[in-house]
Structure formats: C-alpha cells, structure tokens
T-cell receptor, first 113, second 114 residues
Framework: AQSVTQLDSQVPVFEEAPVELRCNYS??????LFWYVQYPNQGLQLLLK??????LVKGINGFEAEFNKSQTSFHLRKPSVHISDTAEYFC???????????FGTGTQLKVEL | EAQVTQNPRYLITVTGKKLTVTCSQN?????MSWYRQDPGLGLRQIYY???????DKGDVPEGYKVSRKEKRNFPLILESPSPNQTSLYFC?????????????FGPGTRLLVL
C-alpha cells in the first residue's frame, strides 16, 4: 500500500517570496507522483507530474518539483509566489494503471501582500 | 473540449432518501474513480472502475454503490444517505498507456445530508 504525508497543513508566505511545499511518500513499488491545486470553490487541476526520466519536473504557473527517491520526497517549489497562488495543494501518488491515486491531506498556501 | 461533468453540483437531502450523482467523461478513458474530500483528510477514493462492468472498492466504499454500464458514465449511488456522507465528491477519469498517465477531475458535487 502507498501513503502520502504532507507535513505542513498551512504555509503563509509574502508575495514575491519563494515557497516550498513538502511531500513525502511511502510505497514498496515504483511510483508516479503528482501535485494538484485546488482554488477556492473549484475542482482539482493538475500542476505537474513525475512519471519517469528527469527528476526535476516543471509544471504550470511557474511551479516545479523534484523527485528524490532516496528521501522518498517530491517537494513543490516556486521561486516567487503571487497572490493568485493562494489555494490548497495536494500531493498524490500512484503505482500505475490509472486506477488509484492516494492523496495527502493537503497544504493550504496563503500568500500575503 | 476534454472534460468530466458531474450532476448535480450541489445537493441537500435528508437521511435515508436514495440519491444518484452522475459522472460522464468524453475522452474515452478506461478508468474512472470517485473520491470524497473532507477537511483535514484530503481526498479518499470511494470506488474505481477499470472498464465497463469492472468496478472495485477504494478506501472508503461503505454506504456507496457504483455501476459502469457504459464507458463514458460512472454514477455514484447512495442508497440510504447518512449525515456522515456530507462531503465534497469528485469524479475522475484517467488514461494510462504505459507510463503516460493523465487524470482529469470533474468540478465536484457538494452534498449535505440532513
């Protein structure tokens, strides 16, 4: 079975500051990793995903994440955040086959002026 | 436009009154899933389907039923809703070909059971 831990439930940050949202996973087999964003009162939007290849993955809206197999982590980063990045961010893991995503509990990113 | 649609988007009902939330996708995906989202718990999978007439339980299947009679539709059925099923529900469809995996989520259905 796989699991995902998002260590921070809330992350406040000032606009134009860098941010890192942490995600650790546990699995006995190879995994695919995802970050989703949920804006207030909206559905989930895929930010980026790691399936194979380069461990540094670039996504939409200037976000990137790095897969670290030895530390079983997939932290999300952005060098300079904007007010519009205020949202909840979910890390998720899959072992393939498209049938099951296991989600973390989410990190609420609040960008302040 | 590729999309997953859910209906209704909002629903208030009473304990014990059967309801169905519909989900439809236009991408010819084999896989479809239902998730519920609760504060502090993230999203948890209720049921999933790998193809027509093939369904299986996810992490929190109690109190729910699903069916997959057509590839594009995957309705979620609550035979006798209870207040602990008050939640935000998401349907998702996915296409997995080798390692090119893509998941699409519907807009969500907010359910309140009184």
């Amino acid at each position: 079975a796989q699991s995902v831990t998002q260590l921070d439930s809330q992350v406040p940050v000032f606009e134009e500051a860098p941010v890192e949202l942490r995600c650790n996973y546990s699995s006995s087999v190879s995994v695919y990793l995802f970050w989703y964003v949920q804006y207030p009162n909206q559905g989930l939007q895929l930010l980026l995903k790691y399936l194979s290849g380069s461990t540094l993955v670039k996504g939409i809206n200037g976000f990137e994440a790095e897969f670290n197999k030895s530390q079983t982590s997939f932290h999300l980063r952005k060098p300079s955040v904007h007010i519009s990045d205020t949202a909840e961010y979910f890390c998720a893991v899959s072992t393939g086959g498209g049938n099951k995503l296991t989600f973390g509990t989410g990190t609420q990113l609040k960008v302040e002026l | 436009e590729a999309q997953v649609t859910q209906n209704p988007r909002y629903l208030i009902t009473v304990t014990g009154k059967k309801l169905t939330v519909t989900c439809s996708q236009n991408m010819n995906h084999e896989y479809m899933s239902w998730y519920r989202q609760d504060p502090g718990l993230g999203l948890r999978q209720i049921y999933y389907s790998m193809n027509v007439e093939v369904t299986d339980k996810g992490d929190v299947p109690e109190g729910y039923k699903v069916s997959r009679k057509e590839k594009r539709n995957f309705p979620l059925i609550l035979e006798s809703p209870s207040p602990n099923q008050t939640s935000l529900y998401f349907c998702a469809s996915s296409f997995s070909l080798g390692r090119k995996e893509t998941q699409y989520f519907g807009p969500g259905t907010r359910l309140l059971v009184l």
